[in-house]
Structures are given as C-alpha cells and as structure tokens.
C-alpha cells in the first residue's frame, strides 16, 4: 500500500518560489511513476510534472516548463517540485500522485487516472 503525504505548500508572491515535498513516493510493483496534479477553484485537474522509473524520465506541462523541477530522493522516498518564478495561475491545490501508468502532464486528469493521491497541499500566488 502507497501512502502520500504533501507538505511544503503556502503563500507567496509573484515571482517568488516554493518546493513542495512528498512522502511515501516509492516506486513498487504497481506504481511506475509518481507525479504532481493541480486543480485551481472551477477548473480541471491539471498534471503538472511526472517522473517514470524507467531512467528516471521527466515529464512536464508546457505551462510549467522552464519553472517547475521535479525529483526524487530515492534514500527518503520523497517527491520534490521545486517551483520558481511562480504566477498567480499557478494558485491551486498540488496533490503527488502515483500509478502504473501515469497520463502525459499538461492534460485534464481524472481522479481514477492515478491509483493513489495524497491529501494535497495548498499554493496561493499573489500579484
């Protein structure tokens, strides 16, 4: 059983950064990649960054590219998204997920897309 848990979320203003953690983000028999998903009041979840098992791959929204890093500390079993030079579109519930097969960020998700979700943690941008 994968158990997720965010931490690290807050406010800050534009411009600034945040690194968002995530415990529990093991790669198993059932889970080949871990990732972030976000979802902004009205709108969709949105997948913001994936990491694969194999070769350790990065994937990444074009929205977030250039800004957002994602990575793992393979000894702690933590997730990182590191965010810089953050916008105010960027405010939203973060939540690391992880599933066997995980979709290609930058697409709408849906809640069965992952087989495990953490409780999510909460970024605010301000102008």
């Known amino acids: 059983q994968v158990q997720l848990a965010e931490s690290g979320g807050g406010s800050v203003q534009a411009g600034g950064s945040l690194r968002l953690a995530c415990e529990g983000a093991v790669f198993t028999s ?5 990732a972030w998903v976000r ?14 098992m194999l070769g350790d791959l990065t994937r990444y929204a074009d929205s977030v590219k250039e800004r957002f890093t994602i990575s793992r500390d393979n000894i702690k079993n933590l997730l990182y998204l ?6 105010p579109e960027d405010t939203a519930m973060y939540y690391c997920a992880a599933a066997r097969r995980c979709p290609i960020p930058g697409r709408s998700v849906a809640r069965a897309d992952y087989d495990y979700w953490g409780q999510g943690t909460q970024v605010t ?3």
Request: charge should be positive; hydrophobic fraction near 35%; proline fraction near 4%.
């Open 30 to 34: 059932s889970v080949n990649c871990v």
């Open 82 to 87: 590191q965010m810089n030079s953050l916008k």
């Open 125 to 127: 941008v301000s102008s």
């Open 39 to 52: 979802q902004a009041p009205g709108k969709e979840r949105e997948g913001v960054a994936v990491v694969y």
